[in-house]
């Protein structure tokens, strides 16, 4: 017991406290794209691997942790489901407490997928939700190189966007081959769908985080009343597993 309140508690808090800080790197480049150019060029300059599809959350950890072993996947497992699942004034820490530790936090889906959704589906799926969308970009009339396929079923072009530092885009080029169409449409629904199974498990966490606050403080009432030498200083306490596991 002695051990678990002083050395454990201790490392737990040690261990959250540096993923606090690497949760607030993670997300203010998240945020700039011209930060994220210049932390990929430090990653260079130090010779940290990664690689095409290393997910921006596993280059922070790397360069924070200087580890490629599966403590690292899973902080930036942790980190990235976070970043997307808890509410804008909430603490890394206090959401990783609220469902129960990294080890919880990290078994958390971010998606629902569908075994059985074929591309056609999720061209489907993107045509149908799109449908409606007026996005607030201005209207414009359509230059000579972004024209419809006539051939194609549908009246999309797809534009290329040059993107600028200043959170700003230039349209330089377009292109309306059907194939070409047909791979941003399956894109855009496969983003679609998982972006609508991250809003419900977002909510199916929101009543997971409201029923263990619950759970609780029924369980803290219940231990007072039944010795008043009893302690609750246990409850307010990181997963145990979270040091032991992964530091």
């Known amino acids: 017991m002695t051990w678990e309140e002083g050395t454990l508690r201790a490392a737990n808090e040690e261990l959250y406290a540096i993923l606090e800080g690497v949760y607030a790197l993670y997300a203010e480049l998240k ?4 930060k994220r150019r210049a932390f990929t060029a430090l990653l260079t300059d130090l010779e940290i691997k990664t690689q095409a599809n290393t997910s921006l959350a596993l280059k922070v950890v790397r360069y924070v942790f200087a580890g490629q072993g599966r403590r690292e996947v899973a902080y930036s497992s942790v980190i990235s489901i976070a970043h997307d699942m808890k509410g804008p ?41 799109l449908q409606e969308v ?43 081959e059907a194939s070409i169409i047909d791979s941003v449409l399956i894109s855009s629904g496969k ?25 609780v403080r029924e369980f803290a009432s219940k231990m007072i009343r039944v010795g008043a030498k009893a302690t609750v200083s246990a409850a307010n306490a990181p997963s145990k597993s979270d040091a032991q596991f992964y530091g």
């Open 191 to 215: 983003d679609l769908d998982e972006r609508a199974q991250e809003s419900l498990a977002k909510l199916d966490a929101g009543d997971l985080a409201t029923k263990r606050a619950r759970d």
């Open 134 to 176: 007026q996005v607030g970009v201005t209207t414009f009339d359509l230059p000579t190189f972004i024209q419809p396929n006539t051939d194609y079923e549908e009246d999309y072009a797809v534009a290329l966007v040059r993107c600028h530092d200043d959170g700003t885009g230039t349209i330089v080029y377009g292109c309306n």
């Open 31 to 34: 945020a700039e794209v011209g």
């Open 89 to 129: 004034d909430q603490s890394f820490t206090s959401y990783v407490q609220e469902c129960g530790g990294i080890e919880e936090v990290r078994r958390v889906p971010k998606s629902t997928k569908s075994a059985t959704m074929s591309k056609e589906d999720f061209k489907k799926l993107a045509l149908e939700g």
